[in-house]
């Protein structure tokens, strides 16, 4: 079993910036992608940005945030970061951290084994 751990939400003034943290534990080896998925009220779960270590660390953003939010971390330390800058209000929503094992590109919920239980941001004056 993994588990997930999230921190870093919070509340921020448009245009401010956040830094999300997700550390994977309890498997003994390496994983093949760390994704960011993310949640508004009465939403469908949408991607977000994916890192792929099996891919020597290649990213992807969706459009929405491209520019404006940089994933990065460690794949010894199974620990994955998303610095967010820039907020918008349509940027509030739960942040979900999941983690996968085969050379899925990580755009895709089903590409997930396990996801962590989320964490809240909010984006308002």
């Known amino acids: 079993q993994v588990q997930l751990v999230e921190s870093g939400g919070g509340l921020v003034q448009p245009g401010g910036s956040l830094r999300l943290s997700c550390t994977a534990s309890g498997r003994t080896f390496s994983s093949s992608f760390m994704g960011w998925f993310r949640q508004a009220p009465g939403q469908e779960r949408e991607f977000v940005s994916v890192i792929r270590w099996w891919s020597g660390g290649s990213t992807t953003y969706a459009d929405s945030v491209k520019g404006r939010f940089t994933i990065s971390g460690d794949n010894d330390k199974n620990t994955v970061y998303l610095q967010m800058n820039a907020l918008k209000p349509e940027d509030t929503a739960v942040y979900y951290c999941?983690?996968?094992?085969?050379?899925?590109?990580?755009?895709?919920?089903?590409?997930?084994?396990?996801w962590g239980q989320g964490t809240q941001v909010t984006v308002s004056s």
């Open positions: 999941g983690v996968g094992y085969n050379r899925y590109g990580g755009r895709f919920q089903t590409e997930y084994a396990y």
